[in-house]
C-alpha cells in the first residue's frame, strides 16, 4: 500500500525556515518523480515544487523560487522541501504528492508574527 | 507555463442527476509515448485529493463506474452518470507533462 506522511508542520514567524519531510513507503521510492503542493484555508490547489526521481532535476513555482529547495534521499525513502524567508503568504497545508496519483495527508504550515 | 482551464467553475446537481465538467489545456498533452496524462481527481472536504481517472479515461482502483472520462489532445470531459451524495467537492484536472499541473478546480454540491 502506497503511503505517503508529512512531517515537520509548525507555526513560525516571518523570516524564519523551516523543513518539511516526507516518509514514502510502499512503492520504489527512487522510481517517481514528487511533488509538493499547498493548500491556504479555504483555497484552491497550488503546485510548489517537483524533483525527478534520482533529484537531478528540479522545478519550482516562481513564488518559492529562491527560498524553497527541495530534495529527496532516496536511501531513506524520504522527500524533503527546506522554506527560508517564510512569509505569511506561505501559510497552507503542504502536500507531498507522487506525481500523478497518490497524496499524502498533508502537514500544517503557520506564518504568523 | 499551461494553462489549465475547467468549466464550470461551481456546480450544484439534484441527487441522482447527471453532472459534466470540462477541461482545456493551452496545450497539446499527448506524449511522444503515444498517451495522454490527463487525470482527474476529487477533494472531498476535510481530505487530500483523490485519484479518479488516469489517463484521460481509466478509472483509479475503487471508483465507481458512474465516472466517466473523455477526451483528447487539449480538450477532456469528466462526466458522473447520476450524483451522489458522497461525490461532493472540488474536482480538478491534472496533467503530469508540463508545468503547473492543474487549474483552479470544479466545485461540486448537492442541489
Known amino acids: 500500500e502506497v503511503q505517503l506522511v508529512e512531517s515537520g508542520g509548525a507555526l513560525v514567524q516571518p523570516g524564519e525556515s523551516l523543513r518539511l519531510s516526507c516518509a514514502a513507503s510502499?512503492?520504489?521510492?527512487?522510481?517517481?518523480?514528487m511533488d509538493w503542493v499547498r493548500q491556504a484555508p479555504g483555497k484552491g490547489l497550488v503546485w510548489v515544487s517537483r524533483?525527478?526521481?534520482?533529484?537531478?532535476?528540479?522545478s519550482y513555482a516562481d513564488s518559492v523560487k529562491g527560498r524553497f529547495t527541495i530534495s529527496r534521499d532516496n536511501s531513506k525513502n524520504t522527500l524533503y522541501l527546506q522554506m527560508n524567508s517564510l512569509r505569511a503568504e506561505d501559510t497552507a497545508m503542504y502536500y507531498c504528492?507522487?506525481?500523478?496519483?497518490?497524496w499524502g495527508q498533508g502537514t500544517l504550515v503557520t506564518v504568523s508574527s | 507555463d499551461i494553462v489549465m482551464t475547467q468549466t464550470p467553475l461551481s456546480l450544484s446537481v439534484t441527487l441522482g442527476q447527471p453532472a459534466s465538467i470540462s477541461c482545456k489545456s493551452s496545450?497539446?498533452?499527448?506524449?511522444?509515448?503515444?498517451?495522454?496524462?490527463l487525470h482527474w481527481s476529487l477533494q472531498k472536504p476535510g481530505q487530500p485529493p483523490q485519484l479518479l481517472i488516469y489517463?484521460?479515461?481509466n478509472r483509479f482502483s475503487g471508483v465507481p463506474d458512474r465516472f466517466t472520462g473523455s477526451g483528447s489532445g487539449t480538450d477532456f470531459t469528466l462526466k458522473i452518470s447520476r450524483v451522489e451524495a458522497e461525490d461532493v467537492g472540488v474536482y480538478y484536472c491534472?496533467?503530469?507533462?508540463?508545468?503547473?499541473?492543474f487549474g483552479q478546480g470544479t466545485r461540486l454540491e448537492i442541489k
Open positions: 510502499g512503492f520504489t521510492f527512487s522510481r517517481y518523480w
Open positions: 504528492v507522487r506525481v500523478e496519483d497518490y
Open positions: 489517463e484521460v479515461s
Open positions: 491534472m496533467q503530469s507533462t508540463h508545468l503547473p499541473p
Open positions: 496545450r497539446s498533452l499527448l506524449r511522444s509515448d503515444g498517451k495522454t496524462y
Open positions: 524533483i525527478s526521481g534520482d533529484g537531478s532535476a528540479t
